[in-house]
């Protein structure tokens, strides 16, 4: 967010005046060229920004470069353990690095991977997280943020006093309060964007609510300059939910949003199902002006409700009610209400249509 140093991946600028990125990681095996390339095409058109995949090891580099050239979104490489992969992903067009300088070994192979990326302008994310902290900072006495800070800001003065700026941090716990208090100091102690996320967050309820928390309390601090939501399930999902939790905040503007109720006793119709039908068939449309449509579980109450919405529909058992800004304008089947609901909006769309 505003404030932090403006760095690159690939074309994609995080940091600065930058809107947050969303981030995602791809888990299809590293040597599936077409399945990788597909999961991030299905990761961009969720609305991921900058993908990140994991290079295990020197095996998988070909298929690696393969990725990069084809990729939809600038490619950033996870490594682990063995610079020479950092250096190869580099050679084979990375946008990005990841490490962790605790475990690549010695300040020496920091020191290579630090030189090649300034030669190619290659930015690199230092992430450390509670699970990979270096030996000397496992088992002390202090705090595991002070650990986590502490070691952080080690790697970074390393990586100054060898004249490499283009930065990006993390410093991830598997834990909402201590991820907050990390984030929390290093935003006060160093000027490179910060990339968020809650490690090893768990599935997709859990894991939804931990980030959220996390990710949420520190974003309307205006800490944070992309974002990882990280779940244990598709990772389109967890653009989904990064995507939503931009939105929540008013950090992405979204121009059909979507409000529905709950239900209740009064309701006789499928409602979900009726959204999954809206949400399937607008896929991919972007209305040019911010538009609210609610979907509502009842004719009796639901117009009145979604007062604040510009039009949506509200259901009988046996009609679906067009409404426009609270008023009903149309009754149709519940079968084709939606399809007369998208035609509306679609209608919206010509030059000279007014809401
Ligand atoms: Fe119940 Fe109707 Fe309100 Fe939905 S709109 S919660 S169905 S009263």
Redesign the pocket.
């Known amino acids: 967010m505003a404030g932090k140093k403006e760095i690159f991946i690939g074309t994609v600028g995080v940091g600065g005046e930058n809107p947050v990125v969303i981030q995602s990681m791809t888990n299809t095996p590293a040597r599936d060229v077409p399945g990788t390339l597909n999961q991030i095409r299905r990761l961009q058109q969720a609305g991921c920004e900058l993908v990140r995949c994991a290079l295990p090891e020197a095996g998988d580099l070909t298929a690696f470069k393969a990725i990069v050239a084809a990729s939809a979104l600038p490619v950033i490489a996870d490594i682990h353990f063995d610079h020479r992969l950092a250096l190869a992903a580099m050679e084979a067009g990375a946008a990005g690095i990841r490490i962790n300088p605790g475990n690549i070994g010695s300040k020496r192979k920091v020191k290579e991977i630090l030189d090649l990326a300034a030669e190619r302008g290659v930015a690199l994310r230092i992430g450390v997280n509670s699970g990979s902290l270096e030996k000397s900072c496992r088992h002390a006495d202090k705090p595991l943020v002070e650990r986590l800070t502490t070691s952080l800001v080690d790697h970074v003065r390393f990586c100054e006093d060898h004249g490499f700026f283009n930065l990006k941090l993390s410093i991830k716990t598997t834990s909402v309060r201590d991820t907050i208090s990390a984030y929390q100091t290093i935003d006060k102690l160093l000027p490179y964007p910060l990339h968020l996320g809650l490690t090893e967050a768990g599935p997709f309820l859990p894991g939804t609510i931990k980030s959220t928390l996390a990710l949420g309390n520190l974003l309307l601090q205006g800490i944070g300059d992309t974002i990882r939501v990280s779940l244990t399930a598709d990772p389109v999902q967890e653009v989904l939910v990064a995507g939503e939790i931009l939105k929540a905040l008013g950090l992405r503007r979204e121009n059909l949003e979507i409000i529905s ?4 006793a ?2 006789s119709v499928d409602l979900l199902g009726k959204i999954e039908e809206f949400q399937a068939k607008t896929a991919g449309f972007k209305p040019t002006r911010p538009l609210r449509v609610a979907i ?3 004719e ?3 117009p009145g ?1 979604a007062g604040h919405a510009d039009l949506g529909l ?1 259901f009988s058992v046996s009609l679906g009610y067009l409404f426009k800004e609270g008023k009903i304008i149309g009754k149709y089947t519940p079968e084709k209400a939606v399809d007369e609901l998208i035609a509306l909006i679609k209608s919206m769309e010509k030059p000279d249509a007014l809401l």
């Not at 109720?261 to 209740?264: I, S």
């Open positions: 109720c709950p239900t209740c009064r309701s509502m579980g009842c009796v109450n639901g409700e509200a």
